[in-house]
T-cell receptor, first 112, second 110 residues
Framework: SAVISQKPSRDICQRGTSLTIQCQVD?????MFWYRQQPGQSLTLIAT?????????ESGFVIDKFPISRPNLTFSTLTVSNMSPEDSSIYLC?????????FGQGTRLTVV | RKEVEQDPGPFNVPEGATVAFNCTYS??????FFWYRQDCRKEPKLLMS???SGNEDGRFTAQLNRASQYISLLIRDSKLSDSATYLC???????????FGGGTRLMVKP
């Protein structure tokens, strides 16, 4: 199994500011995934982060809005930039071990 | 059409009841199938994988129908602690990408 430490667990931010979310995994993994989960909705993949290369973004998500860092095989950050109330959501990082996905505890973001 | 579709519920059932959820997927090339459980304000966790031959784990039975492209989860003898959202998850042919259904909310009442 994998243990992922994600922080912050929650934050309330002013519109126009940025928030960086961190995830630390207890083992080395090639890919890390960043998801968004809006209230009452399922998980939507934002991007896949590979160590040593640029992240791959899904349709509707761009690097300028959600820059990602992946400095090594156990760590990644997602920044939510120039936030607006529409960015209020839960953000989750995830890794795959075999076919099983493990998730961080999530970051509950509220933009006011 | 969504790639993975589920009835959002909620399903309100009494303790001891049997309840079944279905999930349909659109990508016929999908390779792997799972049910995840997500408790309120928590992250999703794997409940069970779904194999072509079916899969049973205690009170939980998962089945796959490739011809009709649907997956089912049956919970027998429901417990209060089964109250959660159950996510149907499909791994398609695009590498390791997982696609999540919208989830089905189950509430088991005394």
């Amino acid at each position: 199994s994998a243990v992922i430490s994600q922080k912050p667990s929650r934050d309330i931010c002013q519109r126009g500011t940025s928030l960086t979310i961190q995830c630390q995994v207890d083992s080395q993994v090639t890919m890390m995934f960043w998801y968004r989960q809006q209230p009452g909705q399922s998980l939507t993949l934002i991007a896949t982060a590979n160590q040593g290369s640029e992240a791959t973004y899904e349709s509707g998500f761009v690097i300028d809005k959600f820059p990602i860092s992946r400095p090594n095989l156990t760590f990644s950050t997602l920044t939510v930039s120039n936030m607006s109330p529409e960015d209020s959501s839960i953000y989750l990082c995830s890794v795959l071990l075999g076919t099983e996905a493990f998730f961080g505890q999530g970051t509950r973001l509220t933009v006011v | 059409r969504k790639e993975v579709e589920q009835d959002p519920g909620p399903f309100n059932v009494p303790e001891g009841a049997t309840v079944a959820f279905n999930c349909t997927y659109s990508n016929s090339a999908s390779q792997s199938f799972f049910w995840y459980r997500q408790d309120c304000r928590k992250e999703p966790k794997l409940l069970m994988s779904v194999y072509s031959s079916g899969n049973e784990d205690g009170r939980f039975t998962a089945q796959l129908n490739r011809a009709s492209q649907y997956i089912s989860l049956l919970i027998r003898d429901s417990k209060l602690s089964d109250s959660a959202t159950y996510l149907c998850v499909v791994n398609g042919n695009a590498g390791n990408m997982l696609t999540f259904g919208g989830g089905t909310r189950l509430m088991v009442k005394p």
